[in-house]
Every structure is written in C-alpha cells, then in structure tokens.
C-alpha cells in the first residue's frame, strides 16, 4: 500500500517511509491510496474473531507486506493485551471505555503500535530516529510509556505550561531514558506549531532523522479505528442505526473511525463532540474553517484550536460538504455544561465519566434529539481519575487511584522550559 501527501506536491510513500517521515516533505499528511472494504462476512461474524483477529484484518492491508505477518501479529498482541468494553448506561446510550491501558488513556494502542512499527523498521539503521510530539495531556504520557527503551529512538515531548492535568504531567515527565519533555511557555497549539516547523527546518534535518508521534502519523492514527470495530462487535446485536460521538481534539480518533466505515462497517453517523474549542461546530455551520488560539478547559486534551485531522475527513469525503454532513455532526459545549452532565450521569447511573467522555455524551444527547431510535456510543477517551481535581469537586467523592497511577505519583517531575521555535531548535541540535 502506497500513501500520498494530501498536499499533492511529494512523492508518494510506502508505510515504511509514511511511519518514518510522520509528515510529508511538502507538509502534508499522509493518506491511504486506497481503503479496500473487508468483506461481509467479516461483519456478519464479527462476534466469533478475537480483538486480535479483527485488529489484523483490518490494518494488514496498510502495512501490506512491509511487516511480516507474524511479526504483526506480534505487534498487535503486544498492543491489544487489555479490554475495550462496550457498558450501557441508559436506554440507548452506551459508553466505549478506552482507558483499560498503561496510561488510562486511548492514545495506549496508537502509541504501543507506532512504537513497535518503528522499533521494526529503524532496527537495521545506523542513525537514531528522534520522535516529536505536541500534547495537550494524554498523547504525552501515551508516547512516553510506549517508546521507553525502544532502541535506536529518542522521544521529545512538547507540552503546553500549566494546560496539562498533574497527573498527565506526570506520566510525561517522570520516566527518563530516552524521553526528554519540554514545558512550553504557550498553548497545545504553539506546541504543534513549533513540530510541525521542525519537519521543514533544513538545519536541523540535516543533522537528524525526525518523526512525529501525533495522529499525523500513519501509525498513530490508524490503529484508532480498532475501538470501533471492537465496539461494534459488543453491540451488533441491539439491531439499532448505530452512531459515535466522539469527544474530539485533534480529530484522528473520530478520522479513523470513518476509516472503520469505509472498511464496511454499518455506522449511521458520527458526531464530533468539542468543548469551546469549537473550530469543526463552527465550520459545519458555516463552512468556513476557521483555526483560531485554543481556549484552556477541563477537558484539557480537546483544547486544539487548529485540530490537525480534520483534512484528512474532509479528503475522506472528497471536500464536498453535502456529503460530510450526512456523516458528520458537531457540536460544542462549555465547562459548565461539562460539569452538570458529568454529576447528573453520576446520580441517574452511578457511572462516573470524565470530562472528555462526558462531551461525547451531551454530544450524543443532542444528536438523539432528532435521532431517537438510535443506538448511541460514546467513547470514554480517559479514566475520570486523570483530572482528579475536577471530577472529585463534581460529584463530591473522592476516587481510588488506580495501580498505574499510583505508579507514577511519588516520583520526580523533570522537564525543561522552552518559550520559543529557536528554543526547541537549539535543545534538538546540542542535546
Ligand atoms: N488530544 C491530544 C492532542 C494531540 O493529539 P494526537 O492524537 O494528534 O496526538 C493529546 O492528548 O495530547
């Protein structure tokens, strides 16, 4: 499989060289030349495969033969080893939880798999691979956990001051090794803007392989449509229009879930659910996209205010906007909103989202208005326990630290403050 630059002006790539470059040398992100739907029985006995069986199945034909098949299997054993589990919480709404991995978080199973693909490919390679990457809270930890001790890869890791949870900052700042973590004086999208710069930066290129562990990645962002898929095999028996909302940031997630529906998955529709980040609400109201400086909120992960992804869904539909709406819902809710919808899902079900999830929800209740008789998912992108301080406050209690956060709390934050592009520029090239 040959992937192409959405910017149409570099050659196209094999997924070795997709993985390995992160972004294309004229900017652009990657895309699939072709997404080859799976067959019917796939669908129809969807029950009968192991998590394992459908995550092989549907990313082998973009890896195509670059990996071979045992060792994916490998890969993907290694990256699947915990559960996605589908739980209704009331009649017709449902939640995907995705934070049953090492970091609480569902960037776990891009992060794991991306780290294992590079890990493949750079291995016979005399030059150290050095892997970028912007976070606005849970990527950080994600990559930091998955790329520890991969040989032959330094990790570097972009975060906005004082927008990250305490405990999001210290997954990402606590490990060592080879992952280093710049506390950047500005917001998620500062962060993204200054990797994003590097992957032009000619000086620095010269001196050093650079790749991205963002979404922007091939690696990163596909293995994301696995959560659909395990999800639809938990509830393809309700016999209902299914559709996702997803509490969405920097948009692969929900990218790759439309992936999972062009491999032939019956979705009826996905909603895009942001807090006042509202870029994508707003270009589906007036079709004009319009990136503007993110806003700090209590779902601190979605605080993207130029959300990289979402080129790649509007490419998905071929820029036509009649046809994205029919896919594509989205809307935006603030912090208060936030709040009451997490304690009233608390007190009405005893479920305790998080603020990210709890997004998600209010976006899917807005969607069923209209929509009544469907079945609704959605995701829960992080455990409540990530953003202790606000979901303790909310609904009064206080929650058990899970083992993997307890982990990570007696130990030492270290980081190093940038402020600016040169900044970043000086610490890559005299690290
Ligand atoms: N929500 C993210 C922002 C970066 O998103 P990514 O999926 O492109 O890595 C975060 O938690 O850092």
Redesign the pocket.
């Known amino acids: 499989m040959e992937f192409y630059s959405l910017n149409k002006k570099a050659p196209k790539v094999s997924f070795k060289e997709a993985v390995i470059n992160g972004i294309a040398p004229d900017k652009g992100l990657y895309f699939p030349e072709n997404i080859e739907p799976l067959p019917n029985s796939f669908f129809e006995k969807i029950e009968e495969l192991s998590n394992l069986e459908i995550a092989f199945n549907a990313i082998h034909q973009f890896v195509s033969d670059e990996i071979p098949n045992d060792v994916l299997l490998e890969i993907l054993k290694n990256t699947l080893d915990f559960e996605f589990p589908v739980i209704e919480i009331e009649n017709n709404i449902a939640t995907l939880e995705l934070f049953h991995g090492p970091t609480m978080a569902f960037?776990d199973v891009g992060a794991r798999f991306m780290a294992q693909c590079l890990g493949y490919f750079s291995k016979d390679q005399k030059n150290e691979v050095t892997v970028l990457v912007?976070?606005?809270?849970?990527?950080?930890g994600a990559v930091a956990n998955g790329f520890l001790g991969v040989k032959g890869v330094k990790v570097v890791i972009l975060y906005p001051s004082g927008k990250v949870s305490d405990i999001q900052e210290r997954q990402l700042t606590t490990l060592g090794k080879n992952i280093t973590a710049l506390e950047v004086d500005g917001t998620?999208d500062d962060c993204q803007a200054m990797v994003k710069k590097a992957f032009l930066d000619e000086t620095l290129l010269k001196e050093m392989k650079l790749t991205s562990a963002?979404?922007?990645n091939v690696a990163?962002w596909l293995p994301q449509l696995f959560y659909f898929l395990f999800a639809y095999k938990q509830v393809k028996s309700v016999n209902k229009e299914i559709v996702f909302s997803v509490p969405s940031?920097?948009f692969?997630n929900i990218c790759a879930g439309m992936v999972a529906q062009r491999l032939g998955m019956p979705v009826k529709h996905f909603i895009a659910a942001t807090n006042v980040n509202d870029t994508v609400p707003e270009f589906m109201r007036t079709q004009s996209y319009k990136p503007k400086p993110s806003t700090t909120t209590i779902s601190n992960?979605?605080d993207?205010g130029d959300p990289?992804n979402f080129v790649r869904i509007r490419h998905l539909f071929q820029d036509d906007f009649n046809r994205l709406k029919d896919h594509l819902s989205s809307y935006s809710f603030n912090d208060l909103e936030t709040k009451k919808a997490l304690l009233e899902i608390y007190e009405s079900s005893g479920y305790c989202a998080d603020p990210h999830g709890t997004v998600g929800y209010l976006g899917l209740k807005k969607y069923q208005e209209n929509h009544p008789n469907t079945y609704g998912i959605f995701l829960e992108t992080a455990h409540p326990v990530k953003f202790l301080d606000v979901v303790e406050e909310t609904i009064g209690k206080k929650l058990p630290l899970p083992p993997q956060i307890q982990k990570v709390m007696n130990k030492e934050k270290k980081s190093l403050k940038i402020k600016t592009y040169s900044d970043l520029n000086y610490f890559l090239l005299n690290r």
């Open positions: 960037k912007a976070t606005s809270g849970d990527t950080g998620f963002n979404s922007i990163r940031g920097n692969g992960a979605m993207v990289s």
